[in-house]
């Protein structure tokens, strides 16, 4: 019973360890100039006029009236992709720190104060844990939740 109880020790050190490498290698200003890019700029507003002109979502770039997602691209991005329900997907490069990196920003139709409706975005990542600290207004949700 002891040695499984050390073995359980040392996994879970081992988990702390490697979580904690992973945000020190996350580089926060690259992945700010990534969410504030012009090119994401763009597909959001793509998406939002979408949605409120048409009540079924943008699946795909093309419908969204938005470029391809590798004609998107940045240092910081290595493409956007419009998917089902215009969840717009961000693919980050290596430079941020996070190679493979995700940002999806799901829209929601919102009424403004002036009583308009307008489309807000909810920032996640399904593979950066650590996303809250480089980007505070991005949550990680793992995928499949």
Known sequence: MKLHAKLFAWVAAG?????GSAMAA?????IHLALTSLRLALVK????NAIL????PPSNNTEAHVAAPDKLSSDEIKAILVGKGG???????????????????????????????????TCYSPNIPDIAQAAPDCTYRPAGE
């Open 53 to 56: 002109s048409d009540p079924k």
């Open 15 to 19: 988990a702390l360890l490697v979580s």
């Open 87 to 121: 969840v717009i997907n961000v693919y980050l490069t290596p430079k941020v720190g996070v190679d493979g990196g995700i940002l999806q920003l799901v829209p929601a139709i919102g009424t403004r104060d002036n009583g308009k409706k307008g489309v807000h975005y």
């Open 26 to 30: 996350v580089n926060a200003s690259e």
């Open 45 to 48: 507003i793509g998406v939002a």
